[in-house]
């Protein structure tokens, strides 16, 4: 069964290093999105990115993140100078379709340290 | 911002019994999901309702969105061990297509 997988599964990082975090989507999906998880929180949106470009983003993506696609498999969340407040759970998602049949499959997560 | 409120925020239960947690909200969604969530990994995908009023069963769970579309439950029947865990419930934006606003979850646990 296709699935979603990210990598590194654990990431630890000093405060203010830039940190990439990888996801390669189910190939046939055309939706992509990343979110967040602090411990014992709720899930939050941060964006969501179709045709190459960002369809929605939260407000707590701000300047300091950004999402590319850089070919045909991989989804990249870079963060740019990490913040101990970033130290969370974070997860991408994929769907191939909206509306009636819709269905949004999660990765396993990348634990982000920040020390 | 548009807020999801999930009650109760935690159910402990004998097995074999019937329980319902809600997901309410001020705000109106253009759909809205289920994910059960299991610790240390992704919230995984029970069903996603899209018209008000609509109903979904899923073998012992059963979803209901609301009639305006700003609500939504999950029934589930003759709970068994297995069904322990968390459950999240996430809605669509209504103008914010591709935007999602999670509940902060209700756990469930079974006891046998």
């Known amino acids: 069964e296709p699935e979603v997988t990210q990598t590194p599964s654990h990431q630890v990082t000093q405060m203010g290093q830039e940190v990439i975090l990888r996801c390669v989507p189910i190939?046939?999906?055309?939706?992509f999105y990343w979110y967040r998880q602090i411990l014992g929180q709720k899930v939050e949106f941060l964006v969501s990115f179709y045709n190459n470009e960002i369809s929605e983003k939260s407000e707590i993506f701000d300047d300091q993140f950004s999402v590319e696609r850089p070919d045909g498999s991989n989804f990249t969340l870079k963060i740019r100078s990490t913040k101990l407040e970033d130290s969370a759970m974070y997860f991408c998602?994929?769907?191939?379709?909206?509306?009636?049949?819709?269905?949004?499959?999660f990765g396993p997560g990348t634990r982000l340290t920040v020390t | 911002t548009q807020l999801l409120e999930q009650s109760p925020q935690f159910l402990s239960i004998q097995e074999g019994e019937n329980l319902t947690v809600y997901c309410n909200s001020s705000?109106?969604?253009?759909?809205l999901q289920w994910y059960r969530q299991e610790p240390g990994e992704g919230p995984v995908l029970l069903v996603t309702v899209v018209t008000g009023g609509e109903v979904k069963k899923l073998k012992r769970l059963t979803f209901q969105f609301g009639d305006a579309r700003k609500d939504s439950s999950l029934h589930i029947t003759a709970a068994q061990p297995g069904d322990t865990g968390l459950y999240l419930c996430?809605?669509?934006?209504?103008?914010?297509?591709?935007?999602?606003?999670f509940g902060s979850g209700t756990k469930l646990n079974v006891k046998p």
């Open positions: 996430a809605g669509e934006g209504r103008c914010n297509f591709n935007k999602f606003y």
């Open positions: 998602a994929s769907s191939r379709d909206r509306g009636i049949t819709y269905e949004q499959y």
């Open positions: 705000s109106v969604f253009s759909s």
């Open positions: 190939s046939n999906h055309l939706y």
